[in-house]
């Protein structure tokens, strides 16, 4: 029997077949603006400084932390599965996924106010202190409810905004190079802010500085995400049928690229990491070292934008899959290198050019890194529209990163009783670590996720949807996609 892939389409029995306009835009200067302006408040945030906030400022006990990490993963496992169904099932006047988003928009600027907030309402209560842990617990539950419903709306609305395969890698090449001169600048000004309030150049507590720029930056953020929503449209029509749950697992086992990016992520989320924030922070007493070894980056990133489209006609998919993914780990092992020579990683003047050299060239790749993944996951929702005559947005974007968020929650609990291990006392700050829990601090970010995540290079190997197939598989959806157009525009005019 042939197979789905081959037999699929024939939707038009003409000789001429139809073919996909390449050149034609769909979406116009107000909704590129929007989508932009989505981008961005998906990063304009100081949640680079999270980990801290909750270990240092909150003060969440390290023991409670892994078991919050625990539960919370384990919920939004649940809930994934059963609000991707959800969505899926969704037909309104109005799309698919933008009811969703609408929906989302306001409780979720509420809910990051009050994480951001709960300084305020708990002061100086102990690590273990029964009222706040008990809060804290049922926001993280409400916020990750929430978060995974915006996530799969936005994972199929980003998917349905256009059909044409060349104005969507057009929107996420913009999106990515224009919001990069906005979406970091929170964080940057925090960093530089948390080094002032540390050494005491700025007269205000600690606390005060992160209350206020985790509330700003969500009401912003949460404006930005708001006018996307209502300024979007969805242009890929959907099946008038509503796929069953059935449906929906089937679109994910026998959707090859799915699986391949999911197995990948898999292993890829093995690769245990403290982040850099503890080492920059309390280690080399720098929370604005990221900003500092990034200035040269900064020139080189949005050039890295601009050779996406030529390494699009010259390399298969799967080469710059490879390459995006792995440059950055490979270049932070000489980093490790340098610092573990005569007690470098202590020395700024040591660890500056390092890991400035490092971010530099890593730049020359970002482009790549950010463009082609997010394509990848598109083009993997396609493929399932093709080879099952259905699209399930919602169950395909939960399945990519379901296995992942398992393991992940498998490693912040590990990360969490990690840091407890090695003596890393919550609340001492720079210079209040001892030589031993410094040096794992630095070797935690930096070879230990490089050793932990070698192995998500080999399912990248078996990836195939390049070239002719591609090619094919866009001008068979094409045909379809006509096809019911003509069909519904015909049951309208009979109406």
Known sequence: MASNEQTAVAVSEEPKKAKPVKNRRYVGTRETVAYILYDIAQSFNISKYQDIFVTDIIRIGLKFQTKVTAIVGIWDIINDVLL???????????????????????????????????PLFFGNAGLYDVTKLIFYLILQLITNLATSLSNIA????????????????????????????????????????IDLVSRGAIKIKMQSLYVSAGVFTSIVSGLLALYFAFAAKERVMQTEKKPSILDSFKSVFNNKPLLLITLSEFLGAFSLNSGTNYYYINVLGLATMSTIVGIPGAV????????????????????LWIVGSHVDNLLMTGVFFVGSINK??????????????RETIWMFFYGIKKVIPEEMRNEAIDYGEW????????????????????????????????????????????????????????WMCTILPVVTGIFSIFPKLFYDLNGEKRDRMYRELHERRLAMSHEAAKLDDEA
């Open 84 to 118: 991707a169904a959800i969505v899926d099932k969704t037909r309104t006047r109005w799309g698919k996924f933008k009811p969703w988003l609408i929906v989302y928009a306001i409780p979720g600027v509420f809910l990051s106010f009050f994480f951001w907030a709960m």
């Open 344 to 357: 470098n990683y202590k020395k700024l003047g040591a660890m500056i050019p390092a890991f400035m050299i």
């Open 154 to 193: 936005r994972t199929g609305m980003l998917a349905t905004i256009t059909p044409n395969i060349i104005d969507r890698t057009r929107l996420i090449t913009e999106a990515n190079l224009l919001s990069g001169f906005v979406e970091k600048a929170p964080e940057i000004i925090m960093g530089l802010l």
């Open 300 to 319: 080189v990133s949005p050039i890295s934008y601009s050779y996406v489209p030529w390494a699009r006609s010259k390399f298969s998919t799967k080469a």
């Open 387 to 442: 080879k099952n005559g259905y699209r399930t947005e919602g169950m395909t974007g939960v399945a990519k990163d379901l296995a992942t968020k398992l393991v992940n929650t498998l490693g912040a609990t590990i990360k969490a009783f990690i840091l407890s291990r090695i003596g890393y006392s919550q609340g001492a700050g720079f210079g209040g670590q001892s030589e031993k829990t410094e040096y794992s601090l630095f």
